[in-house]
């Protein structure tokens, strides 16, 4: 998108009551070819969660989004995730907060109480030169 504010729109159907998103800028990113690489993890209990993103470019940044059931409390970054924003204690937005210079990168994050259905979703940038970060809330 262009330089600046841009409008971010959501919308879903179905049952499902409670969404939650983020919004995330940086500058210096590559602007064909996106993402560099993107990985989803999925974890049926336990109290902590970690993905491990294959990148390609060199070098990228690692965006990640991670949440918890409805039991799970306190979620908090770990290894190589640097928390950007935390919302409702179960749902958190992070990147790796430095260049990863392609391979292999594994990311944590954890919380307070057993629970099922945790995820987590990394998204690499590639060629990135300076970060700008902002991030928005977008909650229904």
């Not at 059931?69 to 924003?85: E, F, K, M, P």
């Not at 935390?86 to 992070?94: A, H, K, M, Q």
């Amino acid at each position: 998108p262009a330089t600046g504010a841009n409008n971010v729109s959501i919308s879903w159907t179905g049952a499902d009551q409670i969404i939650r998103s983020v919004a995330k800028s940086y500058s210096g990113v590559r602007q064909s070819g996106l993402p560099d690489a993107t990985q989803t993890t999925t974890q049926v209990t336990g109290t902590s969660i970690t993905g491990t993103i294959s990148t390609v470019g060199n070098p990228t940044w690692v965006s990640v989004l991670s949440f918890v059931g409805a039991g799970g409390t306190s979620i908090t970054a770990s290894t190589n995730v640097t928390n950007r924003q935390t919302i409702d204690l179960i749902f958190l937005s992070g990147d790796s907060n430095a260049n990863v210079n392609g391979g292999n990168l594994a990311q944590t994050v954890t919380w307070t109480n057993n629970d099922t259905d945790n995820r987590m979703i990394q998204v690499s940038f590639a060629d990135i030169v300076q970060i700008q970060r902002g991030s928005m809330l977008l909650q229904g």
